[in-house]
T-cell receptor
Framework: GENVEQHPSTLSVQEGDSAVIKCTYSDSASNYFPWYKQELGKRPQLIIDIRSNVGEKKDQRIAVTLNKTAKHFSLHITETQPEDSAVYFCAASDQTGANNLFFGTGTRLTVIP | NAGVTQTPKFRILKIGQSMTLQCTQDMNHNYMYWYRQDPGMGLKLIYYSVGAGITDKGEVPNGYNVSRSTTEDFPLRLELAAPSQTSVYFC???????????FGPGTRLTVT
């Protein structure tokens, strides 16, 4: 099955700085890549996703880039704010079924005021 | 809409006990899922359903069972609880298979 690796496992940034989280995947058939934010003790929230027919997608301060050749994708958060502090998960899917959506192990982002 | 609701929020079981985690959604979604999240780990799929009467195994189904008699409800049954089933369980639903937008609040289960 798919293997999704996520780095770093923890990340601390000063408020206002940018944060970048990277994921790699193993299955070249994967073509859907969502990102989730999970605040402490809360449910995961889908914050952005990208399909393989585009290389980049942006939503306000959040952007995701995809490099299918290298099999990696990244989450970029600009102008970070304390409320961005959370655990972020990437995932990859070949869209053939729910049992083919695999999650990374998460990145704990801390934004220091 | 209440979205996806789960009960209970917390539960402590003794080894060998059984229980059912309840999940309900009011968005008329065909797709529903059960995930478990172990500390410091991502989500792992236990079971999923593509519609009433249809269920299938995910990555980690052993020790669990599900049923889907209605569109709204997708209960998860634990038989003979084991310490390895200590985890946080999330139910979810979606319009599109594998684009999962709606998670329940989670059930924190401890088996001792």
């Amino acid at each position: 099955g798919e293997n999704v690796e996520q780095h770093p496992s923890t990340l601390s940034v000063q408020e206002g700085d940018s944060a970048v989280i990277k994921c790699t995947y193993s299955d070249s058939a994967s073509n859907y890549f969502p990102w989730y934010k999970q605040e402490l003790g809360k449910r995961p929230q889908l914050i952005i996703d990208i399909r393989s027919n585009v290389g980049e997608k942006k939503d306000q301060r959040i952007a995701v880039t995809l490099n299918k050749t290298a099999k990696h994708f990244s989450l970029h958060i600009t102008e970070t704010q304390p409320e961005d502090s959370a655990v972020y998960f990437c995932a990859a899917s070949d869209q053939t079924g729910a049992n083919n959506l695999f999650f990374g192990t998460g990145t704990r982002l801390t934004v220091i005021p | 809409n209440a979205g996806v609701t789960q009960t209970p929020k917390f539960r402590i079981l003794k080894i060998g006990q059984s229980m059912t985690l309840q999940c309900t959604q009011d968005m008329n979604h065909n797709y529903m899922y059960w995930y478990r999240q172990d500390p410091g780990m991502g989500l792992k799929l236990i079971y999923y359903s593509v519609g009433a009467g249809i269920t299938d195994k995910g990555e980690v189904p052993n020790g669990y069972n599900v049923s889907r008699s209605t569109t709204e409800d997708f209960p998860l049954r634990l038989e003979l609880a084991a310490p390895s089933q200590t985890s946080v369980y999330f139910c979810a639903s979606s319009y599109i298979l594998d684009r999962i937008e709606y998670f329940g609040p989670g059930t924190r289960l401890t088996v001792t």
